[in-house]
């Protein structure tokens, strides 16, 4: 049976994982297979391991306000790897018109703080395997 | 191009893929593996057990760095628990492993154990085999954190690792049957948090009790976090490789692993079967027979294999 196989990355310098965690262990509960990478990843290591892992979704958690650099920058190295149809999700503290931006640029769905967990399960349960693979 | 093409071409994705199909029990792996099979046979396959949190991701880390710097090709096949109640798992071993993910000489795969005991999971056996077909000098196999009687990696793997640290129980633990008899290599990891020599001593006092056999596991005392323990287990694991060569144990371990190899095939075959059986009609009627007690579970199941045997 196939299952669900999630990358929760924390891209960049800052430290806090503790909505990472959250959101990992809500998705295990969830009956998907989850692989954290620890923090302080480059975009480079994340996208190597979601290539190795196979994972259908990579859940960004950021922090630290990078996000405009980090997050395009995981999107565009999936897409030049051939990993284009791998969801992309965020969290974090991201302003909304960030948000817009972000979207544009192929991270699916931003999830800021507060969110319930059963939002962040459903919208991966749902779109996982739905994006086409485009080349970029 | 094929994902088999792609695993002789070196591609990581080919590989990956190549997993994912066994993990999930799809019938193009079965025909994938049967294509690699003949290529499996070269890489020295190491299994790292113990219980969990002793340090065995961290051990695998520093090894894979020391294995890179000798000019190897590396494979990890890091194995977590899957939750029996949700079907989901968290597979943490990545974190202690820093940026070997961008090592291109370096394949790292995580996988969660799905339902099987003893350390490793039904598709832990044919990874390897992958892996050893895409060209890895040296596969480390770390166990989901093991029990006494978690002994199922040694029989896959050609050098048993056992990582232990201090505080977990006196010299009865070390005399206790199970995973500690079947270790090539122990090492009593953490040994800046004190008492790491009793934990040594007690269990080069076991190993003296026992039969001598042609190779003594050597115990050895790391903090693998600090990368002071590497070079050594590396040597050791090297000359217990030339050990199973010269002594023509070798053919004997491939022998065993031939066996388990087949032994698990048949055992998921069989559980596929049992799990078809249990979603058919007869099933129910079988519970209840065993329910009012008209019948034994034993003579229940008999009887359920025999109707679905004539209904081939």
Redesign the interface.
């Known amino acids: 049976?196939?299952?669900i196989?999630v990358l929760i990355a924390k891209p960049g310098l800052d430290g806090h994982d503790r909505g990472a965690k959250v959101v990992?262990?809500a998705?295990?509960?969830?009956?998907?297979?989850?692989?954290?990478?620890?923090i302080q990843k480059?975009p480079?290591?994340i996208v190597?391991?979601a290539?190795?892992?196979?994972v259908d979704a990579v859940g960004l958690s950021i922090l630290s306000g990078a996000h405009m650099t980090l997050f395009p920058r995981v999107t565009k190295l999936l897409r030049k790897?051939?990993?284009g149809d791998v969801l992309v999700v965020g969290g974090g503290i991201i302003p909304p018109k960030d948000a817009l931006e972000l979207k544009k640029a192929g991270v699916a769905e931003v999830f800021g703080p507060g969110t319930p967990l059963n939002t962040i399960v459903d919208f991966i349960e749902k779109n996982v395997g739905k994006k086409p693979d485009v080349a970029g | 191009m094929s994902l088999v093409e792609g695993l002789r071409n070196g591609d990581?994705?080919a590989?990956?893929?190549l997993?994912?199909l066994i993990?999930?029990?799809d019938a193009a792996a079965t025909a994938a593996i049967r294509e690699i099979y003949s290529m499996t046979g070269k890489a020295h396959v190491v299994g790292v057990s113990g219980p969990p949190g002793t340090g065995k991701s961290t051990l695998i880390f520093r090894l894979a760095q020391e294995f890179r710097k000798r000019g190897k090709k590396v494979g990890i096949i890091a194995v977590d628990p899957?939750?029996p109640i949700?079907?989901?798992?968290?597979?943490?071993d990545?974190?202690?492993m820093g940026?070997l993910?961008?090592d291109e000489g370096v394949?790292?795969?995580?996988m969660?154990t799905?339902g099987r005991l003893g350390g490793v999971s039904a598709a832990t056996s044919d990874a390897i085999n992958v892996l050893d077909a895409y060209g890895s000098d040296i596969i480390f196999v770390e166990t989901a954190g093991a029990g006494q009687t978690d002994v199922e990696v040694s029989d896959l793997v050609h050098t048993t690792v056992v990582v232990v640290m201090p505080g977990v129980g006196d010299e009865v633990q070390a005399l206790k049957a199970g995973l500690f008899e079947v270790a090539h290599i122990f090492v009593v990891n953490k040994a800046d948090l004190g008492d790491a020599d009793r934990v040594a001593s007690d269990l080069s006092i076991m190993l003296e009790l026992g039969e001598q056999g042609d190779w003594t596991p050597p115990v050895l005392t790391a903090v693998a976090l600090r990368g002071e323990a590497e070079k050594e287990v590396a040597d050791f694991l090297e000359e217990h490789l030339t050990h199973l060569r010269e002594s023509g144990r070798m053919e004997e371990k491939k022998r065993r692993r031939a066996e388990k190899e087949l032994m698990i095939a048949i055992s998921e075959s069989v559980l596929e079967r049992s799990l078809a059986l249990s979603s058919g009609r007869s099933f129910m009627s079988f519970v209840d027979e065993v329910l009012e007690k008209r019948m034994s579970p034993r003579e229940a199941a008999i009887r359920l294999l025999e109707e679905s045997h004539s209904g081939d």
């Open positions: 049976m196939k299952k196989r990992a262990r998705l295990r509960d969830a009956g998907m297979e989850v692989i954290y990478t620890g480059t480079e290591d190597e391991a290539i190795q892992e196979d790897r051939g990993m | 990581k994705r590989v990956a893929k997993i994912s993990e999930d029990g899957t939750s949700s079907g989901g798992a968290l597979l943490g990545r974190v202690r940026d993910a961008s394949f790292i795969r995580s969660g799905r």
